[in-house]
């Protein structure tokens, strides 16, 4: 590393390759040391941001309760006199119960309150 280091970077990064030649995870190395675990994290971040340590290949792990979503294009036929038609399903609504609802265009806001009680919109 070239460029020069703060002591909280310098201490973070010895920790990090302290860390990394244990075997052990970084929280569990730092606290062992005597060493409050969030600045650690956060001056290694602030490097990873910089350029100056390579980021993780680690993906994050997401603590929320999102569910995936899959959006997929489906092919749009042109009927004569240039309307639109739609043909197939353009909604699906699966429980983890087993039934699934199957719409050919969106449905109300209003009428999915009312198949859904008590469920909130992801983005509320």
Do not use: N
Not at 5 to 33: C, F, H, I, M, N
Not at 74 to 84: C, K, L, N, Q, Y
Not at 85 to 92: D, K, L
């Amino acid at each position: 590393m070239a460029e020069t280091l703060t002591e909280k970077q310098r201490v973070a990064v010895e920790a990090l390759e302290g860390a990394r030649r244990a075997g052990v995870p970084l929280s569990d190395y730092a606290k062992a040391k005597g060493l409050a675990t969030r600045p650690v994290y956060d001056a290694i971040a602030a490097l990873r941001r910089r350029g100056a340590l390579p980021r993780t290949d680690r993906p994050r792990k997401r603590k929320g309760k999102f569910v995936a979503v899959r959006v997929t294009s489906s092919p749009v036929a042109v009927a004569e006199g240039g309307r639109t038609a739609r043909s197939g399903m353009v909604c699906r609504l699966v429980c983890a119960h087993g039934w699934a609802i199957e719409c050919g265009e969106w449905p109300p806001p209003s009428w999915l309150s009312a198949v859904l009680p008590g469920r909130r919109d992801a983005a509320a």
